[in-house]
């Protein structure tokens, strides 16, 4: 056996989040696949409750960044991903993130979500496939341990076809309005993504790091997300002081017409 897919990606100072990414990826660790068989993370590590001591965390749904049990895991599908590619598996179901990811190159991540969206691959290999993952100080780590038949080294990189700049958006609101939520003025309340439009490719090269070959792997297309910054707008008193009276004007209304 040998190790013929492996990637690190480091986690947040976030406690409860990364407590999440440990129980995902302990429930993955070990797992054999023998020639043929599919890999299912939502199958694998299940539904993620509180029973189970996941908590919540930040995750994005619907364009939003919510508090969900469970929140993280996804580094955990991504890091997964990026080794199925430098494997070389069958890749079955993946979907990119709504908004671009910090802890993994563009194109290269996975999301997951109970009930709707799932990482899958297949081990398309005649060899039996062993994941090994854990979380080790501040870092997810993922190897695929199996047959080394190739050649040929593998390296995964990407292109950015089209970038949506974000913009600062002013949120108004009363003294009143922004104490009720917490809020000083000119703090940031939404952080900014840019809109990326990101094409993956897989590279190949020789022992003497010539290139064999290029292969585009998938489009990934990530949403834009504008900055939201509190302006808080205080009410303007009405003058108190007595208006000046207006000369009455000497001048006529019309001009006047010639005789």
């Known amino acids: 056996y040998g190790t013929i897919g492996s990637f690190t990606t ?4 976030n406690a409860t989040r990364n407590k999440n990414v440990k129980l995902a990826a302990a429930a993955i660790n070990g797992t054999v696949l023998q020639p043929g068989e599919e890999f299912s993370f939502n199958k694998t590590v299940g539904q993620r409750t509180e029973a189970k001591g996941y908590g919540a965390a930040g995750a994005y749904n619907n364009g939003e960044v919510v508090q969900e049990i469970g929140g993280g895991v996804c580094q955990v599908a991504s890091t997964l991903y990026y080794c199925t590619l430098q494997a070389e598996l069958e890749v079955v179901e993946r979907t990119e993130h709504r908004f671009s990811p910090w802890y993994i190159p563009w194109g290269l991540d996975a999301t997951v ?8 691959f297949r081990n398309n290999t005649n060899y039996p496939i062993r994941i090994d993952a854990e979380v080790v100080g501040g870092n997810v780590i ?9 050649n040929y080294t593998v390296k995964l990189d990407y292109t950015v076809t089209s970038t949506d ?3 600062l958006k002013e949120i108004e609101m009363t003294p009143e309005e922004a104490a009720a939520k917490g809020y ?18 897989k590279y190949k090269y020789d022992k003497n790091g010539n290139e064999l070959s290029c292969e585009f792997i998938d489009n990934s297309s990530y949403a834009r ?12 008193e ?5 208006s000046e009276p207006t000369e009455p004007s000497t001048e006529p209304t019309t001009a006047p017409t010639e005789p």
């Open 165 to 167: 700049e974000w913009e």
């Open 184 to 201: 000083s003025d000119g703090q940031t309340i939404v952080t900014p993504y840019s809109g990326e439009k990101v094409k993956s490719y």
């Open 113 to 120: 979500y109970w009930g709707s969206l799932d990482y899958r």
């Open 238 to 242: 009405p003058s108190t002081e007595p």
């Open 10 to 13: 480091k986690t947040t100072s």
């Open 142 to 150: 993922v190897k695929f341990v199996g047959t080394e038949t190739r």
């Open 225 to 236: 997300r504008d900055k939201q910054v509190v302006k808080i707008i205080y009410p303007t």
